[in-house]
Structures are given as structure tokens and as C-alpha cells.
Nanobody, 126 residues
Framework: QVQLVESGGGLAQAGGSLRLSCAAS??????LGWFRQAPQKEREFVAA????????AYDGSVKGLFSISRDDAKNTVYLQMNSLKPEDTAVYYC?????????????????????WGQGTQVTVSS
């Protein structure tokens, strides 16, 4: 059974930091990533990392502020979020791709991923 279990969400003040975790199990993933969905907005790509090679990709709005990393031993991917802003408030979803990549993209879409976590709420107060 494939599972992507997110943790680490919560409330932060503007300028603060949070670290999200996603524990992956049940399949071998080629890519693990993070998306977010704010109220009344479409889900959007945040960051992703390939399991082989550790190639990272970020949306321009978080580049330099958020950092994605992985722990091979724990089969876990992390999203370190710094300098948080109220507009970062959203439900953050972990996404996993099991299909092999033909190339290394610098941006991902929903359909690039096969499995999704339940989401974790991040709220940033001003």
C-alpha cells in the first residue's frame, strides 16, 4: 500500500520558519514533491526532488526561500520553509511519482505525479 504521510504543518508568524516532512512507503518513487492549495485557488507546484541524483526544482515564488531535501535511509522528503509570508498560507500536499523520468524538468505539474498525501495545513499570520 502506497502511503505519503505529511507532518510538520501548523501556525507560524510572518518571517518565521516551518519544516514539513513527507514519509513515503509502499513503492519506489522517482520523484517526490510538494504542492500547495490556498483557499479558492488552484493547487500549485512548490518544489520537487528526484530520488536518483537529488535534482531539485522550485517554483519561482519560493526559490531561495524554501529548500527541499531527502533522507534516503528514512525514505522521507523535507520542505524547509523560511521567511514565511501570509501568502504562503495553504494546505501543502506531498506528491510521489513512480514512473521513470525521461528528462529532468525544472518545473512539475499535477499530472507528473501518481500518488498524493492527505495534506497538512500551513497558516502564516501577519
Amino acid at each position: 500500500q502506497v502511503q505519503l504521510v505529511e507532518s510538520g504543518g501548523g501556525l507560524a508568524q510572518a518571517g518565521g520558519s516551518l519544516r514539513l516532512s513527507c514519509a513515503a512507503s509502499g513503492r519506489t518513487f522517482s520523484v517526490l514533491g510538494w504542492f500547495r492549495q490556498a483557499p479558492q485557488k488552484e493547487r500549485e507546484f512548490v518544489a520537487a526532488i528526484t530520488w536518483s541524483g537529488g535534482h531539485t526544482a522550485y517554483d519561482g515564488s519560493v526559490k531561495g526561500l524554501f529548500s527541499i531535501s531527502r533522507d534516503d535511509a528514512k525514505n522521507t522528503v523535507y520542505l524547509q520553509m523560511n521567511s514565511l509570508k501570509p501568502e504562503d498560507t495553504a494546505v501543502y500536499y506531498c506528491a510521489g511519482r513512480t514512473r521513470p523520468l525521461r528528462n529532468i524538468p525544472n518545473y512539475y505539474r499535477d499530472w507528473d505525479f501518481d500518488y498524493w498525501g492527505q495534506g497538512t495545513q500551513v497558516t502564516v499570520s501577519s
